[in-house]
């Protein structure tokens, strides 16, 4: 538009730091190069069509409204150690976990950055509280999106915006090895979490259908090369089926597979969803689960249940909102 340099900063500083809702807002701006901007322009902003708070534990689950009508749904969770967002990255998911409400109607689309970046700056406008921590573990297949997801860890940490730390935030994959073994050459400080699920091919592959085309020993090898290039400990997530993969020889085989891999267990007991009949282990073999790893070596966590009460998991807020 011809606009001297200085104008960049100023727009970027807008959007990024005092998180705008409009050009009408850029009061900095001249109001002629406001409403040309209006027209020529398009700010990405999102509408809470839907917030649930819950009873429990201050946990608030958000539907934003896309621009396109399209809805997704975002997380907040309150820990002692700050106030962290669960985001979605794709409208719907075309990895087809049997277990996950998120796949159920496939992949609608992709999320721009603007719009993974836009859950957390309305959040944190909704809360008048920072946001510390980031979790790519919402709707969708982070890495499935992988070039907008990271221009969104670069916006996202960038110190000219919210500025999160790279170590505070988190991306879960089912396991696509080429994006994570490009993830590992990119030089980033973040976590990455792989959904495990099971321990041999047979049973991942009833569970996760992605495990067809990668199978565990190469989803395996790109863990132990992503702790190597990085230095970061991966996060293996594991949920617990009740009859499925939640034995005392399935523990067995969990230590046996991981003894040598840098990072740590995070069990989820299954939310059952209705389409599926697939049922929660019971809480004593959950823990008998978690002492049976935690005696072979392995560091291990149960994952800490927030907002039941309000639909809480994966896809299901938006789900119960779609087929109402
Ligand atoms: N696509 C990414 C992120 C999505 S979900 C991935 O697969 O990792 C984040 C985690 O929740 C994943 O480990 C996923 O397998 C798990 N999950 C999804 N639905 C679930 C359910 N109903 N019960 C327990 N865990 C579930």
């Known amino acids: 538009m011809g606009l001297p340099a200085y104008r960049a900063g100023q727009i970027y500083q807008w959007l990024h730091e005092k998180q705008a809702a409009s050009f009408e807002e850029m009061t900095s701006l001249p109001a002629a190069l406001r409403s040309r901007m209006e027209e020529r322009f398009e700010l990405v902003c999102l509408r809470a069509v839907e917030r649930k708070v819950s009873g429990i534990d201050g946990t608030r689950k958000y539907l ?11 997380v907040l969770m309150r820990y002692k150690h700050g106030n962290s967002v669960c985001i979605s990255s794709q409208v719907g998911c075309r990895m087809g976990c049997r277990f996950c409400a998120s796949t159920l109607d496939g992949l609608v689309r992709s999320l721009r950055p603007s719009e993974m970046l836009e859950q957390i700056y309305r959040i944190g406008q909704d809360t008048g509280e920072r946001v510390s921590h980031v979790v790519v573990m919402g709707s969708g297949e982070p890495l499935d999106n992988y070039d ?30 080429p994006q994570m073994l490009k993830l590992a050459e990119e030089d980033l400080q973040i976590t990455l979490a792989l959904s495990l699920h099971a321990v041999n091919d047979g049973t991942r592959r009833q569970l996760m259908p992605v495990a067809n085309r990668y199978p565990l020993d190469e989803v395996l090898e790109a863990c132990h090369i992503y702790f190597q290039k990085t230095g970061r400990r991966m996060t293996f997530e594991y949920s617990l089926v009740s009859g499925v993969n939640d034995s005392a020889a399935d523990a067995d085989a969990l230590a046996r ?68």
């Open 64 to 74: 934003f409204a896309l621009p396109d009508g399209n809805v997704i749904e975002s």
């Open 257 to 324: 597979l991981l003894k040598d891999q840098h990072g740590h267990v995070n069990l989820i007991p299954v939310n059952p969803i209705k389409e599926r009949d697939y049922v929660q282990s019971e809480r004593k073999t959950v823990e008998a689960f978690k002492n049976h790893l935690e005696k072979s070596g392995i560091n291990v966590t149960i994952r800490r249940e927030m907002g039941r009460d309000i639909n809480g998991a994966c896809g299901q807020l938006r789900r119960s909102y779609l087929t109402s």
């Open 148 to 177: 907008n997801l990271i221009r969104f860890i670069r916006l996202l940490t960038d110190e000219r915006g919210l500025h999160i730390s790279q170590r505070n935030i988190t991306v879960s994959t089912c396991g696509l090895v």
